[in-house]
């Protein structure tokens, strides 16, 4: 087959495929804002697996709530419900908002400042929360002791094991929560870049 | 909504192109549909960009080939995915399947050179001009030149095996 062949069959193709046009004014939009849309979806489903494991541990509390028998250990477990009930709401809707943002009727500056602007919010957030984690811990040691093993954790005497216990605690606390504000900024970035992506 | 109107017209008119396109760069369907879709979506993006100093199809042939290659370095195909076994989709009364083995034959030969050399390859067999297949890829037009004499020697030797 010399070139002049291929390049005559060619053209034959492209009228054939001049008289085969399938595309619709509606599915030409839709693949646009679709192709958007699904720019997000790997790191709405890792959110949302985080999201849901925390509701786990939220229902988890919730069930258990009637055992936090005093005031003190009531507020415990009011404060961990609530640390780890807004923190994945948070991120959901930052990413719920970024999604579902009309690309057809907005720019991609508008999207890249609304995005910066919820990013930073976010992290924000989630700086407070490694801050509020040293509280987190003792509010959630508090809850389980009781939950799991009917202790009350500001009760109990403690000997020096306990206090070494207690000082590997707060240091894996400390590079947990580092861990987490490291991950928190490494998938607020990954969303960022899939916004940079647009701009390109 | 009127650049919306303007957006559709346009792919309308010029859908073979990326149609020819992503069965160049794809051996799947699924992911011919998704290079379609992207290309699509990127022109969509670039078309505030896009000012009339070059033709429209140059645009498209740049936008297109561009998100063909960029996809291409990021696409890894897993599981059963189903092979584009037929490029002429509808089967209309004028249906030679002589004519679409013929194709792909060619489509075969084009498949077997690199990324760039496909790409160069495409742009000669719609019938671009040297200068516009430059202004399409930035390369200078006698580096387009030598290129093509080279894929065409590529070519001779790949239908000569055979």
Redesign the interface.
Known sequence: ?E?EE??A??????D????????T?EI??S??Q???TNKFKTITRYESFGALLCLAIFLFILYHINKLDTWYLMTCGVVTLLFISILPILTLRMLGHIRRFN??NK??TEVFIEFQKAKKNLLRVQKLSVYASFIIMFCAAAVFAKIFGDKDFFMIDRGPKEYVVFAFTIVFVYFFSRWGLRSYTKITQSAEDVVKE?ED | MQK?AS??KI??EH??VI??ITTMYTDYRDDQKDL???I??QL??SF?SFRSESKISTWMYRVALNTALTRLKKSKRMGNSVPIDQ????Q?E?YDPE?EE??K??YK?VKELNVIEKGLMLL????KKYEEIAEITGLSPSNVGTKISRI?QK?KKQ?IKE
């Open positions: 087959m070139i291929m390049k069959l060619w053209s034959e193709m492209s054939q495929l001049e008289q085969q046009k399938k595309l004014n030409i939009m693949m646009t679709e192709r958007y690309i057809l720019n991609y647009l | 919306e957006f559709v792919i309308k859908e073979g149609f020819k379609y879709q992207d699509v979506y969509w993006k505030d490029v002429i989709l509808k209309t004028n004519f013929r194709l034959i060619v030969h000669l067999l719609e019938g065409k070519l239908i």
